[in-house]
């Protein structure tokens, strides 16, 4: 569904997401497309992103490995 809102094919999506190409403005392209299915501002987007990362710097902490 993601790749059909941004007009890619689903194995270019996957190759940007698994960092094996990193296209102009895709993060953002990425995240407008994931605002607009889910029906959110962008912003929201950035922020649950943020969070995500805290969460994972926190339970990396609670087990002892330190990013």
Same mark, same amino acid.
Request: with cysteine; net charge positive.
């Given at each position: 569904?993601? /790749? %059909?809102? +941004? ?5 270019? =999506? $996957? /190759? +940007?997401?698994?960092?094996? !190409? &990193?296209?102009? %403005? #895709? ?5 407008? #497309?994931? #605002? !607009? +299915? =889910?029906?959110?501002?962008?912003? *929201?987007?950035?922020?649950? &992103? !943020?969070? %995500?990362?805290? =969460?994972? *710097?926190? +339970?990396?902490? $609670? !087990?002892?490995?330190?990013?």
């Amino acid at each position: 569904e993601l /790749a %059909n809102e +941004i007009g890619w094919h689903p194995k270019y =999506l $996957s /190759a +940007i997401l698994n960092g094996h !190409r &990193s296209p102009k %403005n #895709a993060e953002q392209t990425v995240k407008q #497309a994931l #605002a !607009r +299915i =889910l029906g959110m501002d962008e912003n *929201c987007i950035f922020i649950l &992103s !943020r969070l %995500n990362e805290l =969460l994972n *710097c926190l +339970i990396l902490e $609670s !087990r002892g490995k330190v990013p």
